[in-house]
């Protein structure tokens, strides 16, 4: 268990951390914002009441996604 301890914190000491200063502050931008693709949700016809979608289902013939969830998305509770 020692040596697990001493290796990870060796390895540790060792990685370069990059810095943040104005000659790469506009590509680490670049590179965290969300790109278009990611909003591709948004695009969709939500409904905000289910039966809303099942009427809208009804008429045109079309499935619906029911999105259900219980509790915190990270598992946090």
């Known amino acids: 268990m020692f040596f697990r301890v001493l290796t990870l914190l060796a390895v540790s000491l060792s990685v370069q951390v990059p810095k943040l200063d104005e000659s790469n502050f506009a590509r680490w931008r670049d590179t965290i914002r969300p790109k278009r693709a990611e909003f591709a949700f948004e695009d969709c016809a939500w409904k905000p009441t289910f039966w809303e979608a099942v009427v809208e289902a009804q008429a045109t013939g079309k499935p619906i996604l ?6 915190h998305p990270l598992a946090c509770t």
Do not use: E, F, S
Not at 66 to 71: D, P, Q
């Open 66 to 71: 029911l999105w259900a969830m219980n509790g």
